[in-house]
């Protein structure tokens, strides 16, 4: 009863889709377990590139079966998206199934998620303006809607209904808000008549439209509709492996993470018992996937960040640019105070280690080994508090660089000594083995070391 959890090691971004996808050889079933579509994968494979928000990575294995757990929040509009877009490209959707449990993003999520953003200004999050906050709010307050209601038009309506009651005056907030900006760009605020919650004839927040539109959608997702908890356990109880695949990283983690800079749900690996439903056992081993450097995107303390031109060469040679909103990611050294942090809450007992390539040429390499406090005290380990992480600044390492290309590199031994050096580092600091590491962006470019 092998279960595998996958999850990021740092804050997001690093290269997941791809270890899932390797590791998926080995496994009869790849399950989501918390996100949305704040998440992005992408997958390169014979030189083609496929983008995922919400669906699991493993869905280009046409023989296994994609979950899309309960901890999940699906905004039915991207889902259908996403499985139009891959039936387009030839690839069959007849082994994804979606947990009947799981929470709906609404219209109405998405709206509020912007507006809050929009609201806080600077000191915004820099969400990715999903829906994401508000739909697990909903869900905590017991307003949320199922993929089920999807299937009976009477509860969807009460339940629509009830969820918006509490909203109106954030909602009409909102309607006047975007009223005053219409005008301020010169168009016709007549068209948004007062009292509409949207600024306008909104559809997407009339009730009716909204109980019809998701009728619609339950229609076309009904056949994927399922009881997941019991797949998996119906899968672990056979024998067969499960990968549990995590979305954004530790660092963003709901409760563990740099709060409140993080995202809604937790990443960590313990949480893929809740949000697929297995017991605490039926996980054998956990993966963790960090870049060789580190990337943040949106708002928060980053000790490592490099605001300088090394930085920017890591944004140019990484392609750091984020696969759901585009925005630019903040890049950095090494942090290994955060990498042990991550090791431990997650109980990891292998890393993946990508994007070494783009290392190459950097000049001499830097890890972060410990911070030291405003106060110059010295911080082993990552602290509890966020003031002190905010004002905390890291003392590094210095590594010797390479500068050959290693995309070519297969095995270990190809690499440069150097780089092989880093990886040791690594390895040694953080006490887990490294066993895969990612030359370049394709599936082939991936360095497989045994344990
Ligand atoms: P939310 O998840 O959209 O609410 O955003 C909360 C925070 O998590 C923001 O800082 C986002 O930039 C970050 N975030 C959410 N999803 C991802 C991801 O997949 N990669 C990296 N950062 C993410």
């Known amino acids: 009863m092998p279960g595998v959890v996958i999850v990021g090691a740092q804050w997001g971004d690093e290269g997941k889709g791809k270890i899932t996808d390797l590791l998926a050889e080995r496994a009869t079933m790849i399950v989501r377990f918390q996100g949305g579509n704040n998440a992005g994968h992408t997958i390169v494979r014979e030189g083609k590139e496929y983008k995922f928000h919400l669906i699991p990575s493993g869905i280009l294995h046409s023989q296994k079966t994609c979950v899309i757990g309960n901890g999940v929040v699906v905004d039915p509009r991207v889902l259908l998206g996403e499985i139009d877009n891959l039936k387009r490209a030839g690839i069959s959707v007849a082994n994804l199934r979606i947990s009947a449990n799981a929470h709906l993003i609404m219209p109405y999520h998405v709206l509020l998620d912007q507006a809050?953003?929009?609201?806080l200004g600077k000191l915004s999050i820099g969400t990715t303006r999903r829906g994401i906050g508000p739909c697990y709010a909903d869900k905590a307050l017991r307003l949320g809607i199922r993929v089920q209601d999807l299937?009976?038009?009477?509860?969807?309506?009460?339940?629509?209904?009830a969820a918006l009651e509490p909203k109106q005056q954030a909602l009409r907030e909102l309607g006047v808000q975007r009223r005053k900006q219409r005008k301020e760009a010169g168009e016709d605020a007549k068209a948004a008549p007062e009292g509409s919650t949207a600024g306008g004839p909104d559809p997407r927040l009339d009730l009716h439209?909204?109980?019809?539109d998701h009728i619609n959608f339950g229609h076309r997702l009904e056949p994927h509709i399922a009881d997941t908890a019991k797949l998996?356990?119906?899968?672990?109880?056979?024998?067969?492996?499960?990968?549990f695949e995590g979305a954004q990283a530790t660092l963003l983690d709901l409760d563990h993470g740099t709060y409140p800079f993080v995202t809604s749900s937790n990443p960590i690996a313990g949480a893929a018992t809740v949000g697929a439903g297995v017991g605490p056992t039926d996980i054998t081993e956990v993966w963790g996937i960090a870049k060789a450097y580190a990337t943040r995107v949106g708002a928060g303390p980053?000790?490592?960040?490099?605001?300088?031109?090394?930085?920017?060469?890591?944004?140019?040679?990484?392609h750091e640019f984020g696969t759901t909103t585009g925005r630019r990611r903040r890049c950095g050294w090494m942090d290994l105070v955060a990498l042990r942090y991550a090791v431990r809450l997650n109980r990891m007992d292998s890393l993946a280690i990508t994007k070494l390539d783009v290392l190459s040429g950097l000049g001499p390499l830097r890890v972060a080994v410990r911070y030291r406090s405003k106060e110059g005290a010295v911080l082993d380990s990552f602290p509890y508090h966020q003031s002190i992480l905010h004002s905390a600044t890291p003392e590094y390492e210095e590594l010797p660089?390479?500068?050959?290309e290693i995309g070519d590199c297969r095995e270990e031994a190809d690499l440069p000594q150097a780089a092989r050096d880093y990886l040791a580092y690594i390895s040694d600091f953080v006490k887990v083995p490294i066993r895969l590491v990612g030359v370049g962006p394709d599936r082939e470019q991936t360095i497989r070391i045994d344990a």
């Open 401 to 404: 660089g390479f500068e050959e």
């Open 116 to 119: 809050g953003e929009t609201k």
């Open 209 to 212: 439209a909204m109980v019809e």
């Open 232 to 243: 998996c356990w119906d899968a672990l109880d056979d024998d067969e492996t499960v990968i």
């Open 302 to 318: 980053f000790p490592t960040e490099l605001e300088d031109e090394t930085g920017e060469r890591m944004v140019e040679r990484g």
């Open 151 to 161: 299937l009976d038009e009477k509860i969807l309506r009460t339940k629509i209904r």
